[in-house]
T-cell receptor
Framework: DSGVTQTPKHLITATGQRVTLRCSPRSGDLSVYWYQQSLDQGLQFLIQYYNGEERAKGNILERFSAQQFPDLHSELNLSSLELGDSALYFC??????????????FGSGTRLTVV | DQQVKQNSPSLSVQEGRISILNCDYTNSMFDYFLWYKKYPAEGPTFLISISSIKDKNEDGRFTVFLNKSAKHLSLHIVPSQPGDSAVYFCAAGDFGNEKLTFGTGTRLTIIP
């Protein structure tokens, strides 16, 4: 158990629908990062929050949004889902804004299947 | 634009021998590099890192080498063990830009 909790582990939904993925960071970590891993692809950075504020944005589609709450858990909202959104979504956390000294601690991911 | 590249999707190595995983990068702004290991159905786990002021970092059986002029780093595992079978991701970042950029991963299989 890495200490980063992601729910749900698996999600199957239809095209056009909206889903919410949840992440609880490791205790004491203030930064949360969201990554997407599609088939045979590396980990694509989506977005980062630090202590409730958006810190960095990557290749995140406009249909996707995220937030970090006062208790530091984060949610990734995916709407108007398309078949191509099927992927593994990972959340990671780190104590500092950049993960430089400690690296990231990843959760076990949410596997999203859009049918 | 793939700034971090792992050109070998897979690698098989005999148990007890050395495993060498390679990673190339294009962004000269990167100044720290990390390796992550991923087992099926689990998230990646941090393995070892190196900053650009060093050319080598060692942690037990794992050594990372950095060649800044060639924009190349490698992970050496000696001796390789069956539990090392996993997907290895190379990642890079810079102190001014806080996200990590990951490669596509190399699947390492250790043959008993």
């Amino acid at each position: 158990d890495s200490g980063v909790t992601q729910t749900p582990k698996h999600l199957i939904t239809a095209t056009g629908q909206r889903v919410t993925l949840r992440c609880s960071p490791r205790s004491g970590d203030l930064s949360v990062y969201w990554y997407q891993q599609s088939l045979d692809q590396g980990l694509q950075f989506l977005i980062q929050y630090y202590n409730g504020e958006e810190r960095a944005k990557g290749n995140i589609l406009e249909r996707f949004s995220a937030q970090q709450f006062p208790d530091l858990h984060s949610e990734l909202n995916l709407s108007s889902l398309e078949l191509g959104d099927s992927a593994l979504y990972f959340c990671a956390s780190s104590p500092d804004p950049g993960g430089v000294n400690y690296g990231y601690t990843f959760g076990s991911g949410t596997r999203l299947t859009v049918v | 634009d793939q700034q971090v590249k792992q050109n070998s999707p897979s690698l098989s190595v005999q148990e007890g021998r050395i495993s060498i995983l390679n990673c190339d990068y294009t962004n000269s702004m990167f100044d720290y590099f990390l390796w992550y290991k991923k087992y099926p159905a689990e998230g990646p786990t941090f393995l070892i890192s190196i900053s650009s002021i060093k050319d080598k970092n060692e942690d037990g059986r794992f050594t990372v080498f950095l060649n800044k002029s060639a924009k190349h780093l490698s992970l050496h595992i000696v001796p390789s063990q069956p539990g090392d079978s996993a997907v290895y991701f190379c990642a890079a970042g810079d102190f001014g830009n806080e996200k990590l950029t990951f490669g596509t991963g190399t699947r390492l299989t250790i043959i008993p």
